[in-house]
Every structure is written in C-alpha cells, then in structure tokens.
C-alpha cells in the first residue's frame, strides 16, 4: 500500500466496512486509523493474516505500545468478532493490555 494512503481511507476500504453483516461502522477506527482499517481490508479474503493482524493490533509484543484509545479498541473488537469465526478470543494477558 502506497504512503499516501497512510492518512486517507480508501473509498474501497469504507464500502467494505459499510458491507460487513451485523457491524456498526467503525466510525472511530477510520477516524483516527485509516492506515489500520485499509490494511484491515488489504487482507479480508485471507483468514490467516486476517488472524494474524488482529493479533498484531491487539497485544503489545514490543513492551512500549500506548495502547488504542477505548473507542477504537472496540471498533477493532467488534471488527474481529465479524470477521474472524473462531471459538477462541484473543488472549487476555496482564503483561499486554490493549488499553493504557
């Protein structure tokens, strides 16, 4: 994806989003995250790195992240509970909260 996407969503990106059954728009994650929610959408058709990016997003493996603000943590949440159909929700661990 080109640097010049980094702060523009992409007109596909939104109908994609727009067309997810049973999500509200993630109002905040493109708002404040084009970049993540285009990079979201790079990958929709592949369950795996579709997996893989949530897990990335979600947990802090480097020690130093920030941590997304509230709103956009659940945009993100609601956004893999849709888009991901598996039994097991990301792990909770103490060591990497999602939220500073």
């Known amino acids: 994806m080109a640097d010049t996407d980094a702060h523009t969503l992409l007109p596909q990106t939104e109908a994609w989003l727009r067309a997810v059954p049973g999500l509200s ?11 993540i929610a285009n990079q979201l959408a790079e990958v ?18 480097r020690g ?26 990301p792990e909770v661990d103490d060591a990497t909260k999602w939220v500073s």
């Open 25 to 35: 728009y993630p109002q905040a994650l493109v708002t404040q995250f084009p970049r």
């Open 44 to 61: 929709r058709h592949d369950p795996e790195a579709l997996r893989a990016a949530f897990h990335e997003l979600l947990h802090d493996h």
């Open 64 to 89: 130093s992240r920030r941590g997304f603000p509230f709103e956009v943590l659940m945009n993100l949440m609601a956004l893999r509970e849709a888009l991901v159909k598996d039994d097991t929700p």
